[in-house]
């Protein structure tokens, strides 16, 4: 059996057909690619897990769940954008995004999150497929200048 090692790293041309506006707006669910990017490359479990407390007046405060760092970042008018197509609309959910979309126990929402993940992963591979980056993205993929 052979085992295919993906190359996950974008150079900055494939970065920035992602980045390309037309494939944000055409395609809703690329956005969180966009959106973790802005957000100072926010791991996925980071973005899934974020709370509707963690903004205050226009200032988004979290905790890495690796690190438990504390970052701050001043959201700016294009991530708002992208942050209201997928804002949790459930009053009872603590969660900022439709990412977790049933909070419950600790167990379920890993299985909502895993699932969301993989979803996300495919859908970035599927977009690298179609714009021929030569590379496989995934919630970890960063960029090489």
Request: proline share 4%.
């Amino acid at each position: 059996m052979v085992n295919k090692i993906w190359k996950t790293e974008l150079c900055k041309e494939g970065f920035a057909k992602l980045l390309d506006g037309k494939y944000v707006s055409a395609e809703d669910r690329y956005a969180l690619f966009i959106l973790s990017y802005y957000l100072r490359g926010i791991p996925f479990i980071d973005l899934a897990y974020l709370r509707k407390t963690d903004i205050h007046d226009n200032v988004l405060c979290y905790r890495r769940s690796k690190t438990g760092r504390m970052l701050t970042i001043t959201l700016e008018p294009w991530m708002w954008e992208i942050i209201e197509r997928y804002l949790c609309d459930d009053s009872g959910s603590p969660y900022l995004l439709r990412i977790i979309r049933q909070p419950r126990s600790i167990p379920e929402e890993r299985k909502q999150y895993q699932s969301a993940l993989r979803l996300y992963n495919k859908h970035l591979y599927r977009l690298s497929e179609r714009l021929g980056l030569g590379v496989r993205p995934v919630s970890y993929t960063h960029l090489t200048l």
